[in-house]
């Protein structure tokens, strides 16, 4: 054969597409070995845009009064909609959460409809109020624009919070604690109940002139006035929610906007909430079919009442008494998340784990976070053998552990892509056990699936649970696009 340096181009050509060639089935035929399958780089995908019509079923995303954008994207394990509604754009960061907001739709159109009727026009017209009803521009990918996007649930499987429960603490630590609050450790903000306790005795002699000071710190009649308003604002609000079976802490912003106009309107026009929307209605009992999933005991309960037997009812598993009045005020929770948390505990009645859940719920941000806490209380509620077990938290998640040491790992997210936080997630030493199943309550990848059955897992995908969103049943087979 002649030197390479004498042959023709064009052979010389054809040799080099000939070698590249075999080097790439070479390359193909070690990709498609089960052992080059798990190298680093291989075992990670970024999260995808996926249909939205993968995720959940139609009735989800459009109806008369609504449709969702075809696309969402996936963002810490969670899907992100947007719905386009006659009321506005609206967004839901979890299928959940979507579910909500589609179920709420009714109450919103009958409070629409109540803004502009007759009774409440005088008074709506001294508060004033917003109109408008944007439309949403459907683009390509429509939550790229949008700002503030949360990162879903991805912290659970991050970095360890910071959690003070599971350290050892002198009594001199708690005390110092407890002084560093003032014997209120969670202090609220200023605000109307709050102002004069905290205002020292010798601050009274030097207060600014009346004009310079909120309404709920003036003394007399004026702030008694203001304070008896707003009591009867919340009272009001709480019974039209009560009246449409929508929850009075949703997070729902054009639902939270219309309940506000029009509580102060009946507080300043005094009309009352069944007078308003009795008018609208026709019979406020059905303007949603919703309402069975809604609990009625946090629609029944005040406010105040409601986070005196949730203390009650932790108490009975929790011993830091500090972290439950903590939980009760702060992180991402709602009333009525903190009721639902506090009665799944209730239902499982773990032997240990208590102090280091109300703890890591008091850190949460948002309601995508607390919910997923009670979601996963909610999946071991449906195991028959979860009851009476131990409660763990694992890195910053929500493990359990039964009585006959088999260990189960409630999941409840809409999609689960494999990348490097899970992979350092899942080799954590509680996890080295032998029988141990995950509870998935969407869907996961294939390659996550791979890597959790060969760290030896068994998968339970779409795991039900109660208030758990119409996700699609069957195989998971939509073409993924990965975020660019």
Same mark, same amino acid.
């Given at each position: 054969m002649?030197?390479?340096?004498r042959l ?8 080099a ?5 075999a ?27 996926l ?20 696309e969402?994207?996936?963002?810490g ?5 947007l ?7 609206? !967004? ?7 579910a ?25 017209t001294?508060?004033g109020?917003?109109?408008g ?24 499987f ?34 109307p ?28 009649s ?8 707003y ?6 609000r ?9 929850d ?17 309107a ?40 409601? !986070? ?5 009812r ?56 607390a ?83 060969q ?30």
């Amino acid at each position: 054969m002649p030197p390479i340096g004498r042959l023709a181009p064009r052979v010389v050509c054809s040799l080099a597409l000939a070698f590249a060639g075999a080097v790439s089935a070479t390359h193909a035929t070690e990709a498609a070995r089960p052992d080059a399958a798990d190298t680093a780089a291989q075992a990670s995908e970024p999260e995808p845009f996926l249909p939205a019509a993968t995720l959940v079923q139609p009735a989800l995303l459009s109806g008369p009064d609504f449709r969702v954008v075809p696309e969402v994207r996936v963002r810490g394990y969670m899907a992100q909609y947007l719905i386009d509604t006659k009321y506005g754009p609206l !967004r839901a960061d979890s299928s959940e959460v979507l579910a909500l907001r589609v179920a709420e739709l009714p109450a919103l159109d009958a409070l629409d409809r109540a803004t502009r009727s007759q009774a409440f026009a005088t008074a709506l017209t001294a508060r004033g109020r917003k109109t408008g009803a944007a439309v949403v521009n459907v683009l390509a990918h429509p939550v790229d624009t949008l700002t503030g996007i949360p990162t879903g649930v991805a912290r659970y499987f991050g970095a360890k919070w910071d959690l003070w429960t599971g350290r050892a603490q002198s009594v001199a630590d708690r005390s110092a604690r407890e002084f560093e609050n003032k014997g209120d450790p969670y202090r609220a903000p200023p605000g109307p109940m709050t102002a004069a306790r905290d205002a020292p005795r010798d601050a009274a002699e030097a207060r600014p002139e009346k004009k310079d000071r909120a309404w709920y710190a003036r003394a007399g009649s004026e702030a008694e006035r203001e304070t008896k308003r707003y009591l009867k604002y919340s009272q009001q609000r709480r019974d039209m929610a009560k009246l449409l079976g929508v929850d009075p802490n949703s997070g729902n912003p054009l639902l939270a906007e219309k309940l506000d106009t029009l509580a102060w309107a009946a507080v300043w026009g005094n009309f009352s909430a069944g007078e308003a929307l009795g008018q609208i209605t026709g019979g406020a009992a059905t303007v949603v079919s919703w309402t069975g999933k809604l609990n009625q005991y946090v629609l029944e309960t005040p406010p105040e009442q409601l !986070r005196e037997e949730n203390a009650k009812r932790l108490a009975k598993y929790c011993s830091d008494d500090f972290a439950v009045r903590q939980f009760l005020r702060r992180g991402g929770f709602s009333d009525t998340l903190r009721t639902a948390l506090a009665q799944s505990l209730e239902a499982l009645a773990p032997q240990a784990g208590c102090n280091d859940l109300v703890e890591l719920a008091a850190a949460t941000r948002g309601e995508v976070e607390a919910r997923y806490l009670v979601d996963a209380l909610k999946m071991l509620e449906r195991e028959p053998d979860a009851h009476g077990g131990t409660l763990l938290v694992v890195g910053a998640a929500l493990a359990w552990r039964t009585h006959d040491d088999r260990l189960l790992l409630p999941l409840p997210v809409d999609y689960l892509s494999w990348n490097g936080d899970l992979a350092t997630f899942f080799e954590q030493p509680a996890f080295a056990v032998r029988d141990k199943r995950a509870l998935i309550a969407g869907d996961a990848s294939l390659l996550a699936q791979r890597q959790l059955t060969q760290r030896g897992w068994s998968l339970s995908p779409r795991a039900p649970f109660d208030g758990a969103p119409a996700y699609v049943q069957g195989d998971f087979s939509a073409q993924i696009r990965p975020q660019s």
